[in-house]
C-alpha cells in the first residue's frame, strides 16, 4: 500500500510540473528574440561578399503558462498582455500569422525597390490592386471579405494601391454602399459594402479592413528570401541594407555586425516598430557593434529614445544610431 501512495505522489508531482510548464493561460508574453545574420535569408544574383554581417533582430510572443507568467512578472523587458489583446474576437491566430507574413511580403518588396533603385538597377514594378491583411471584428467587410482577398476596383476604378484606394473611399460619404471587385484564390467577384465609421474614431469611416499595397517586382538579378515563419514590416530597413550590400561591390559592413530595425516605405522612409527594448537586447546579446533605431523626427518616447535608454541600462557597448530613412543609413555605413 506504502509503495502504491509513493507512485500516487509521484504522478502528481509530475502532473505538476506539466500543468506548470504547459498549462495555457489567457496571457500573451513579448519578449527579446534572436538577431539573426541576414546572409542566409536573402540571397541576391551574382552577390558581392561582405565580411560583416547585417541582423535581423526579431521579437519572441508566446501564450503564458505558470512558469513563463512568474518569470515574466520580474523581467523588466518581457510585457504581459491579456490574450483578447493580441487576438480579437473573431480574430484567431492563424489569421493573425497570415496578416504578418503578408506584411513582411510587402516589407521585402519595399526593401527591394530601395535598395535596387538606390545601387541603380533595373527593376519594374507593376500595381495590381491591394490585399486585404485583416478584417476588423464588427465592420462591414467581416461579412464579405476575407484576409488575403485581393481588391481590384472599386466603383468602377481600378485601385493602383493602397493610398489610391484611400483616395478613392474619401470621395463617398457614410452610408454609401460602394462596389468592390475583389479576387479570392483566382477568382473574381463583385460585392457591394457600406461605409460606416470606425467604432474608436468615429470622425473616420470605412469598411474596416487593413491593406497592403499587391506590387509585381521585376528585376534583371533575382533576389530570394528565406525568412521562415518570421513575420511583420519591422525588418524593411535591415533588409534593404542586406540587398544593397549584395548588389554593390565593397563591404557596406566595413566588417562590423551591424543590425536595427524599422519599417521601410518605397520611398525609403523609415518608421516605428514595436518591442525596441526587446530588439536592442537581442543584438547585444548577438554581440553587434551597430544597431539603427526610427528616431522619428525626434519626436518625444520615440524608438531611437527607447532604445538608447535601454542601451544604457544594459550598459552594452553597441552605438545606437537613429534614422529616418534608408539614405541616412547608408550614409552612416559609408
Do not use: W
Not at 243 to 248: A, E, H, N, V
Amino acid at each position: 500500500m506504502r509503495q502504491y501512495k509513493k507512485i500516487g505522489l509521484y504522478l502528481l508531482f509530475i502532473v505538476c510540473i506539466l500543468a506548470v510548464s504547459y498549462l495555457p493561460l489567457p496571457y500573451y508574453i513579448y519578449s527579446p528574440g534572436t538577431a539573426d545574420p541576414l546572409n542566409p535569408v536573402v540571397h541576391v544574383e551574382a552577390a558581392a561578399e561582405s565580411e560583416g554581417d547585417l541582423h535581423l533582430v526579431t521579437v519572441r510572443g508566446g501564450q503564458a503558462t505558470p512558469l513563463s507568467l512568474l518569470i515574466a512578472n520580474f523581467s523588466k523587458y518581457q510585457d504581459i498582455h491579456p490574450l483578447e489583446e493580441v487576438f480579437p474576437e473573431g480574430y484567431d491566430r492563424d489569421s493573425y500569422m497570415q496578416a504578418q507574413l503578408q506584411l513582411m511580403e510587402s516589407s521585402q518588396e519595399a526593401a527591394i525597390v530601395v535598395a535596387y533603385q538606390e545601387a541603380h538597377e533595373q527593376i519594374d514594378i507593376k500595381y495590381e490592386g491591394v490585399y486585404v491583411v485583416s478584417v476588423l471584428d464588427g465592420m462591414p467587410a467581416e461579412t464579405v471579405l476575407q484576409t488575403a482577398d485581393k481588391i481590384i476596383e472599386v466603383e468602377g476604378t481600378k485601385v493602383i494601391d493602397a493610398d489610391h484606394l484611400i483616395e478613392i473611399v474619401e470621395n463617398y460619404q457614410v452610408g454609401d454602399k460602394l462596389t468592390f471587385v475583389v479576387d479570392r484564390a483566382g477568382e473574381s467577384f463583385e460585392t457591394e459594402i457600406e461605409l460606416v465609421p470606425f467604432p474608436n474614431q468615429p470622425d473616420q469611416f470605412g469598411i474596416g479592413i487593413q491593406l497592403v499595397t499587391n506590387r509585381e517586382v521585376e528585376m534583371d538579378r533575382s533576389v530570394e528570401f528565406a525568412s521562415g515563419d518570421i513575420g511583420g514590416p519591422s525588418a524593411g530597413l535591415v533588409l534593404a541594407l542586406e540587398i544593397y550590400d549584395q548588389l554593390t561591390e565593397g563591404d557596406l559592413t566595413n566588417g562590423l555586425s551591424v543590425a536595427g530595425t524599422g519599417e521601410i516605405d518605397y520611398d525609403g522612409n523609415v518608421y516605428r516598430i514595436g518591442g525596441v527594448d526587446k530588439k536592442v537586447i537581442a543584438a547585444d546579446r548577438e554581440g553587434c557593434d551597430i544597431f539603427f533605431a526610427p528616431y522619428e523626427q525626434g519626436r518625444e518616447n520615440s524608438n531611437y529614445q527607447i532604445a538608447k535608454e535601454t542601451a544604457e541600462v544594459i550598459d552594452t557597448d553597441m552605438e545606437i544610431v537613429p534614422v529616418d530613412s534608408f539614405q541616412e543609413a547608408l550614409d552612416y555605413l559609408q
